[in-house]
């Protein structure tokens, strides 16, 4: 069984996420190549345990990221029986293109994959699990956070093929830079604000205990839809961003059925509301029915005593 | 040259979902609506539309019931409607090369669809047709415009936020951005029930659905939590924040 494995780079550094994809499919069995668009983090892919070589993918058009012109360039590479990439939004598109540049199906978002190809993959974001049995050649792209990275120790080999595609989408001005605040998306630790909140300027409270647990600020669709203040990108839920983190803290939120589909999977969930009948209850380990003008100066405190020892 | 808006039904996000004997229980889902994103590719090809671009051609691929959200597009200004029906499980490809087939009977050069649909979550079928029409793709699009035969638009990418530009024959996929989505009005629901809605099978796009390498097992329900502890007042804080770190660890 040959795998390739697309590995995800994050300013100009391998994203600790490829190691997890290799953790997940260095158990199937057979070589795995790692294909780096743009040479990014090649050195560091060829250290992870269970690679067998890297392949450092360079040319004109990783200046800037095009899709068809990537997937163009990585997808002759891109051989075997899978093709595996982060779920992350690049890694969903370049998954998706070069399955159908090399005529195979592909499968998003997985967060379970045994022998025979048995595959598990939450649907109606995370509403429903489907279970779905795959006949390779396929392309499947992995959840983060739902597969052990492969530790450190590989020493693959490492070669270098020059393959650029023409350019066709012309990035004109940068808006705004990624990496600024830490994305819902990639945080272990999130601490979500809903309309509970009362005012958008309020979420300044949330930002100071996230600074504290080095946490990412996120926000129900409530919240998102209410203020101008707070752009989508923060909203977690069915219609913003599906999260895992190891902990979620909702305050003010009341649980609408959307916002739960995309955050129930967090491994310990703390929720602080002072409805005691709201929802987010539910699924709460940790609940507390209080204000969160009262709770949050308290939670500070306590985090910072702890965390500052 | 006309703008092709790909549009998938998908059950409302309030709805709830239930799974019984293994399978997803569609009859059971109270309300079906056009997936969110796909709502801002559609808004997006009517602000083209009345830039002067071309008329709006709206195409879903579904059973039956799908045809509902045509009806709805054309509601809001879709001018011609296609329906490729289907039943039953797709596999990625299987449903792009129906919509690329489509695409090109009706001879679209620019599409525009949701970044990823409601039900699936995946995102696939943007990028996947680009790649099978030979098309340029600029995901998570929040806002589109055209001057000079050149679409101007904003995208989240890898490094965040950026003013990026492309020519047709090209695919957008959508984002949710500051975009006001246009209600309805009786007379547009009126007219929209008369527009006539173009049904084709995969035989008439020359599609040849043949047994997909991708089977469904089973389909079921999240686990349960076990019930979590609630406590009383902000002065239960401490506590928390102690159980955090000694229980739970994640601190």
């Known amino acids: ?309 | 040259m006309g703008i092709a808006v790909l549009l998938k039904q998908v059950p409302d996000t309030t709805a709830k979902i239930s799974v019984s004997d293994g399978r997803v229980d569609e009859s059971a889902v109270s309300k079906w609506s056009i997936s969110p994103y796909d709502e801002y590719a559609l808004e997006c090809a009517i602000q083209l539309k009345e830039a002067g671009y071309g008329d709006v051609v709206a195409i879903t691929c579904g059973p039956q019931r799908s045809s509902k959200a045509l009806t709805e597009a054309a509601a809001v200004g879709a001018d011609s409607l296609v329906h490729v029906l289907v039943d039953g499980f797709l596999d990625s490809l299987q449903v792009q090369s129906l919509l690329s087939a489509a695409i090109t009977k009706f001879e679209s050069e620019v599409v525009l669809c949701g970044k990823q649909a409601a039900d699936t979550n995946s995102g696939s079928t943007g990028a996947g047709v680009a790649s099978l029409l030979g098309f340029s793709c600029v995901g998570v699009v929040s806002d589109i415009s055209i001057e000079g035969g050149v679409f101007s638009a904003t995208r989240l990418g890898p490094s965040g936020l950026e003013k990026i530009e492309a020519s047709a024959p090209c695919v957008f996929t959508f984002d949710k951005g500051e975009t006001e989505l246009r209600r309805p009005n009786v007379r547009g629901i009126m007219m929209a029930k008369k527009k006539p809605i173009e049904t084709v099978s995969s035989a008439d796009l020359g599609v040849d659905l043949a047994d997909s390498p991708l089977i469904v097992d089973s389909h079921s329900s999240p686990p349960q939590k076990p019930p979590g502890q609630k406590f009383e007042g902000a002065e239960s804080v401490p506590l928390v924040v102690e159980k955090l770190r000694d229980e739970a660890n994640v601190i």
């Open chain 1, 1 to 309: 069984m040959e795998v390739t494995v697309i590995s995800e780079g994050i300013e100009g550094s391998l994203h600790p996420v490829t190691a997890q994809l290799l953790g997940a499919t260095s158990s199937l069995g057979g070589g795995i190549t790692v294909l780096c668009p743009g040479g990014v983090g090649a050195a560091d892919a060829a250290s992870i345990s269970g690679v067998s070589k890297v392949i450092s993918v360079e040319g004109e058009c990783f200046m800037s990221y095009d899709c068809s012109a990537w997937s163009k360039s990585l997808a002759p590479l891109a051989k075997g029986d899978l093709v595996v990439a982060s779920a992350s939004s690049v890694g969903r598109e370049l998954a998706a293109s070069i399955a159908a540049i090399r005529g195979i199906p592909v499968l998003q978002d997985v967060t379970g994959l045994e022998e025979g190809f048995a595959v598990t993959r939450p649907i109606y974001s995370g509403k429903a699990i489907e279970q779905i049995t795959i006949t390779p050649p396929c392309s499947i792209t992995l959840r983060a956070n739902s597969f052990d990275a492969a530790g450190s120790g590989g020493n693959a080999e490492v070669s270098t093929v020059n393959q650029s595609a023409d350019v066709t989408v012309a990035v004109k001005q940068a808006l705004t830079k990624a990496g600024e605040k830490l994305d819902v998306a990639e945080a272990d630790i999130i601490i979500s604000g809903g309309r509970g909140m009362g005012d958008p300027a309020n979420f300044s409270k949330l930002y100071e205990v996230a600074d504290i647990l080095g946490a990412a600020v996120g926000a129900s669709r409530a919240a998102v839809d209410t203020w101008e203040e707070i752009p989508h990108s923060m909203q977690v839920g069915q219609t913003g961003k599906t999260v895992t983190p190891n902990l979620y803290i909702a305050i003010g939120i009341s649980g609408a059925i959307q916002h739960l589909a995309g955050m129930r999977t967090s491994k310990y969930i703390v929720a602080i509301n002072k409805d005691a009948e709201a929802p987010i209850f539910g699924v709460a380990d940790y609940g507390i029915v209080a204000t969160w003008e009262d709770a949050l100066p308290v939670l500070k405190k306590e985090l910072a005593a702890l965390l500052s020892n």
